[in-house]
């Protein structure tokens, strides 16, 4: 298998060579000058000497894979679906578009759209309504005194699996929608499958 290089050397160092190069340095004398290996060295000049330019020739490599319309409608089914998987958009494209594209070149073009892919937070859920009443009564207690908490009793409950596990819930989302509802794993559970324990402590002053 053909070594792959490694870095790209600027143009001014590609042209530093090939200044040397046309002065009539020997390529034992460049390598001291410049400090760049013999190997870099023998190609920048072989490059020049084929295609008389210093930079890449523009549209060379790989082409892409994707048009903008395939790109397009990936976008547009992670905004219909944030929890799609890329297997999923992968069989879609397949049977919509008649076209093959890998899982690793699906999950490229949402990056490039700065969505990246999370586990969702486990919430407990809650509807608009009780959200709505949850944030007023927040601000209502918000510029409370510290010796104000002192006087309450604290409940705190977590929930358990008796049967299974809820296991990792992945969401496409930006950075800036961490905190959105819509990115949160709230699902109910049947009460057969789950067990809440609560617990409560208090401040006793002496």
Same mark, same amino acid.
């Given at each position: 298998?053909? &070594?792959? %290089?490694?870095?790209?050397?600027?143009?001014?160092?590609? %042209?530093?060579?090939?200044?040397?190069? #046309?002065?009539?340095?020997?390529?034992?004398?460049? !390598?001291? @000058?410049?400090? *760049? $290996?013999?190997? =870099?060295?023998?190609? *920048?000049?072989?490059?020049?000497?084929?295609?008389?330019? #210093?930079?890449?020739?523009?549209?060379?490599?790989?082409?892409?894979?994707?048009?903008?319309?395939?790109?397009?409608?990936?976008? /547009?089914?992670?905004?219909?679906?944030?929890?799609? &998987? =890329? &297997?999923?958009?992968? !069989?879609? #494209?397949?049977?919509?578009?008649?076209?093959?594209?890998?899982?690793?070149?699906? %999950?490229?073009? $949402?990056?490039?759209?700065?969505?990246?892919?999370?586990? +969702?937070?486990? @919430?407990?859920?809650?509807?608009?309504?009780? /959200?709505? %009443?949850?944030?007023?009564?927040?601000? +209502?207690?918000?510029?409370? $005194?510290?010796?104000?908490?002192?006087? #309450? *009793?604290?409940?705190?409950? =977590?929930?358990?699996?008796?049967?299974?596990?809820?296991? @990792?819930?992945? !969401?496409?989302?930006? $950075?800036?929608?961490?905190?959105?509802?819509?990115?949160?794993? &709230?699902?109910?559970?049947?009460?057969?499958? @789950?067990?809440? !324990?609560?617990?409560?402590?208090? *401040?006793?002053?002496?």
């Amino acid at each position: 298998m053909a &070594s792959r %290089k490694k870095n790209e050397y600027t143009n001014d160092l590609r %042209k530093l060579v090939i200044n040397h190069f #046309l002065n009539g340095d020997s390529k034992r004398e460049i !390598v001291q @000058k410049t400090f *760049i $290996p013999r190997t =870099s060295i023998l190609y *920048i000049i072989a490059k020049y000497k084929s295609t008389k330019c #210093l930079g890449n020739i523009i549209d060379r490599g790989r082409k892409r894979k994707t048009t903008a319309h395939v790109d397009c409608c990936i976008r /547009r089914k992670l905004n219909t679906n944030r929890r799609i &998987s =890329s &297997s999923t958009i992968k !069989v879609e #494209l397949q049977s919509e578009l008649s076209i093959t594209i890998s899982e690793s070149a699906i %999950k490229r073009r $949402p990056h490039e759209a700065a969505f990246c892919g999370r586990v +969702a937070k486990k @919430k407990s859920y809650i509807n608009r309504l009780n /959200r709505t %009443k949850r944030l007023e009564y927040a601000r +209502a207690y918000q510029k409370k $005194p510290l010796g104000f908490w002192n006087d #309450l *009793i604290w409940l705190d409950k =977590s929930k358990f699996n008796l049967f299974g596990s809820d296991g @990792k819930v992945m !969401v496409w989302r930006t $950075p800036k929608e961490e905190y959105q509802y819509s990115m949160y794993n &709230s699902n109910y559970q049947a009460w057969w499958r @789950k067990c809440d !324990v609560l617990g409560m402590f208090f *401040i006793i002053r002496g």
